[in-house]
């Protein structure tokens, strides 16, 4: 970059000291160590939600009949509504770099804009998965499937249960199925939940000027880095949890 | 700490460092939308793939795992402008984690495999059981 040659003094090695050896400010630093951690754990989790689904092959559930139901709109869908879940998340993640950008061209309008429409990414995508999270343990029958069976002589007919919490469910026996999902995708949701707190701050101090008295939008990019790896755990959790 | 380290004379402005004009932010911009793109295809492709196709089971997943590392090298490379920094930040940040995971993917998945074949818990009324006792 042309302005960083300015700035940067010359002749003078990496190591030498009176520089930062990796080239980034303290802040970013630490955000970069401590998304490896976290990333870590997710993948910990990940790792043992392999473990688990390798173990009892042939008895896990299918996602295909899992994630089928769409809200509003009946009948089988699989994979729609996880699909506009990753369509929005992508598409927060684009608007936050485009804030980034625009924090780098120092346009407070810009950064603005981009980050409010990220927090409605944010805010879609966390009710996206309260909806799923809430069809999942109270098991409404989108499919309108009944199933009928006696019992002390009468016949009854009940809807048939189609979610999966952590005491029934519907698409295999295993209890382990519906352990992972919630642990693991709500870890991520609480995630995305505090990215939007987060972004929800940096909104406010972009609109009251703080980061063009400070000269600099390090904080968009720092914020932006935590929301870029929500959207890279998503990325991991939809392809294991959702395409396998 | 910045404060800290300002007071030393020549200390650069790493916070100023990636600030550029709007001529150097067009063609930025421009890369940014085409990674998007990219992304959405590879992600509708996936849709399709899981919803629709019927494969074998070791060749979707093979599959299924290759493009979500190409996506997930788009958003470490070029959204989280790790592409842009220093060689010795890039080792710092892959190096460490891809050894570690790896090597715990492998144990997982080798171990899950072994306990499959060694407790036959594939089998439904096995698990019935187990979950009922």
């Known amino acids: ?244 | 700490m910045a404060d800290f380290f300002e007071e030393y004379a020549g200390y650069p402005n790493y916070e100023k460092a990636a600030i550029h004009d709007e001529a150097h932010g067009k063609p930025v911009r421009k890369k940014l939308w085409m990674v998007f793109w990219i992304m959405l295809g590879v992600t509708l492709f996936e849709l399709y793939l899981g919803s629709s196709v019927e494969m074998g089971e070791l060749n979707k997943e093979y599959v299924f795992i290759f493009f979500t590392l190409v996506k997930a090298f788009f958003i470490v490379w070029i959204f989280m402008h790790l592409g842009d920094e220093k060689r010795a930040l890039k080792y710092v940040i892959i190096a460490p984690y891809t050894l570690f995971i790896f090597y715990l993917a492998f144990m997982a998945i080798t171990e899950g495999v072994y306990s499959h074949y060694v407790t036959g818990v594939g089998d439904p009324l096995f698990i019935m059981k187990a979950v009922l006792h």
């Open chain 1, 1 to 244: 970059m042309s302005n960083q040659a300015a700035t940067l003094p010359p002749l003078r090695k990496d190591w030498d000291g009176g520089v930062s050896p990796l080239g980034i400010s303290y802040g970013k630093m630490f955000m970069w160590f401590f998304l490896v951690s976290d990333a870590l754990t997710f993948s910990s989790l990940l790792c043992a939600y392999g473990f688990m689904r390798h173990k009892f092959t042939g008895a896990w559930a299918h996602p295909n009949e899992v994630f089928s139901h769409f809200p509003f709109w009946k009948g089988d869908h699989p994979l729609a509504y996880v699909g506009f879940m990753t369509f929005d998340l992508i598409m927060s993640s684009v608007t936050m770099v485009l804030a980034v950008e625009a924090g780098h061209r120092l346009n407070r309008k810009q950064v603005a804009i981009w980050l409010f429409l990220t927090i409605i990414g944010g805010f879609i995508f966390v009710g996206s998965q309260c909806w799923e999270w809430y069809h999942f343990i109270t098991g409404e029958e989108t499919l309108q499937v009944y199933r009928d069976y006696w019992m002390n002589g009468k016949h009854i007919i009940e809807p048939h249960f189609q979610g999966a919490n952590l005491v029934v469910n519907a698409y295999t026996q295993l209890p382990t199925f519906g352990d992972f999902f919630f642990c693991i995708t709500g870890f991520h949701g609480f995630h995305v939940f505090s990215g939007v707190i987060i972004n929800i701050i940096m909104f406010i101090m972009v609109v009251n000027g703080v980061m063009d008295r400070r000269g600099h939008y390090e904080m968009i990019e720092k914020a932006g880095l935590y929301w870029h790896f929500v959207d890279l755990v998503w990325v991991f959790v939809f392809t294991f949890f959702y395409l396998l």
